[in-house]
């Protein structure tokens, strides 16, 4: 009787230790691709931000009224 109850610990140990590695794995994936994709979008804002200062007033006004800061990283 006891080594089936010792048994019984023993796996409910191991399907523990496994799901805290498994959410641990989540965990960081999750972090790095959020660190990953802010690092994009900043890189693509900033971008957008400095093509808008090169250019001058006629030309900022149109690039404000037809919107096309939102193409411009594709420059």
Do not use: G
Request: hydrophobic residues 45%; aromatic residues 22%; positive net charge.
């Amino acid at each position: 009787m006891k080594l089936d109850a010792l048994n019984f610990i023993n796996l409910i140990l191991i399907i523990t230790s496994i799901s805290v590695i498994f959410s641990y794995i989540k965990y960081s994936y999750k972090k790095t691709i959020y660190k990953i994709h802010s690092s994009l979008v900043y890189k693509k804002l900033s971008y957008a931000l400095n093509y808008s200062r090169k250019l001058s007033p006629i030309d900022f006004f149109v690039f404000e009224k037809y919107e096309i800061w939102r193409y411009s990283f594709l420059f």
